[in-house]
């Protein structure tokens, strides 16, 4: 008397195992091909962030161009950032009068306070029509021939997000400037006084020389909060996933990606391509400013700093 084979369930035949099913019990349990199937799982992966072609309804999912335009336009804050936010604490820190110091201290600091959608409104109808009709052209006319700069004049694009993100990443910058160059020894400022330095030759040699670090950790600090900036850059830099040469043209951040389509993934590989995104940029982020502390602690630990 014959047995009939067991059925589901359901009633019906055992479903076919899937492929990756299938390569597994071919492979057995040899370490090699476990191994060897986890690299390339860790490889597929990664080829995310090499892709340039985003076209979530074809089922590609390139990162590249988002993972350009985070880094363009943090690299474009920062250039235009830190050169005023040193300025700013050398003022506030050495030459600034003890009225105005607290003041301005306090007016500084306050624009780390304001959220980003404010910035990103503020951006939208004063900044972005002041870039479009003065500087852009002017930024054309003189360096268009370098590509850089040159058409389309939108007004958004990445040097839109570029400034906005350089007003506000100034506050802090600018805060831990001050606090790293207050920590330096006033008998330190006194000893090239008494050599026959001149005020600048002081800052330059007896103050920046021995803050360098902490300043280094307080740039890295504004390049972790401008990596990770969403609202601000989302309104102003064109959401067009395309690597340009030229700044003016629009351009896609990271962050700006996962809070336009988080909500609009329609399958799994759609929203987990926007989650490994996500996860990316937490990393990067994570690992940026953990530096950043170490970095400004190494400068500041057991020193005073002088009140405002």
Known sequence: MTQ??????????????????????????????DRAFGALMLVCALSIFFGSAWDPVNGNF?????????????????IIAVPLAVGVAI???????????????FFTELLAAIPSVVYGLWAVFVLIPLLRQYVNPVLIKTLGWTGI???????????????????????????????????????????????GATRWEMIRMGVLRNARIGIVGAVILGLGRALGETMAVTMVIGNRPEIARSLLAPAYSMASVIANEFTEASDELYLSALVEIGLALFIVTIIVNALARVLVWAVTRGAP????
């Open 149 to 195: 700069f040159a058409p389309p004049n939108y007004g958004i694009g990445m040097f839109a997000a570029g400034v906005i993100l350089s007003i506000m990443i100034l506050p802090i910058i600018s805060s831990l400037t001050r606090e790293v160059m207050s920590a330096v020894p006033h008998a330190q400022r006194e000893a090239v006084l008494a050599l």
């Open 4 to 33: 009939r084979p067991e059925s589901s369930a359901s009633g019906g035949a055992d479903p076919s195992p899937s492929p990756v099913r299938t390569y597994l019990l071919n492979c057995g349990s040899s370490a090699l091909a």
């Open 305 to 308: 700093v002088r009140g405002t």
């Open 91 to 105: 003022f506030l820190t050495e030459m600034c009068p003890d009225w105005l110091r607290g003041f301005l201290a």
């Open 62 to 78: 390139g990162a590249l161009p988002f993972i350009y335009g985070t880094v363009v336009s943090s690299i474009l804050a920062l």
